[in-house]
């Protein structure tokens, strides 16, 4: 049960690694219809790999989308376009010319996020007012280091990382303190 209601479940596939193929068809029919938890994988102060859909902005501009400079106030007709597209040999737009056209809604995986704490209670971590645009949590959650990508209500994968830093805690870290203030300005 989630802060977030939803008809129709959330639906991935994952691969399972290690051995044979039989020995990995056998693993993964004993995992068929369970729950697989974050601990079984991760614990505090481990490293994972997170990996989602980012927030889809539409279709937008050369101007926000690469950042690319206006052109200038005596411009004739349109300000916020890029001044050419490219020579005129080769004969086609190369594929880096900054263009305008969808940002956002990309699968991003951010690499080696530090896992800082594994929790059952969502009391613990829940601001008064509950996050905005999600609710309060009710279920087990995950404290992690850096910035996750997508929308707050969006499914996030984490698996172990495919590149793992030198740093390896041994171990957890020690939080101090969560804020449970209102991030609502109440």
């Not at 995950?142 to 997508?150: A, D, K, R, T």
């Amino acid at each position: 049960v989630t802060g977030v209601p939803k008809k129709v479940p959330e639906l991935m596939e994952t691969r399972v690694g290690g051995g044979t193929i039989e020995q990995r068809l056998e693993y993964a029919k004993s995992l068929l219809g369970k729950e697989i938890n974050i601990d079984q994988f991760a614990k505090d102060g481990s490293i994972v790999d997170v990996s989602a859909i980012t927030k889809g902005k539409g279709f937008q501009g050369a101007v926000k989308r690469w950042g690319v400079k206006l052109l200038t106030h005596k411009n004739s007709k349109h300000r916020r376009m890029i001044g050419n597209l490219g020579p005129k040999r080769p004969g086609y737009v190369r594929p880096t010319v900054p263009q305008s056209g969808q940002m956002g809604y990309h699968q991003r995986t951010e690499f080696n996020k530090r896992v800082l704490k594994i929790g059952e209670e969502g009391e613990e971590v829940t601001p008064k007012g509950g996050f905005l645009n999600y609710g309060n949590v009710r279920n087990g959650y995950i404290l992690i280091h850096g910035s996750v990508p997508g929308p707050t209500k969006r499914l996030i994968r984490l698996r172990d990382p495919v590149r793992p830093s030198g740093t390896v805690l041994k171990e957890a870290p020690n939080l101090v303190y969560v804020s449970t203030q209102s991030k609502q300005g109440a």
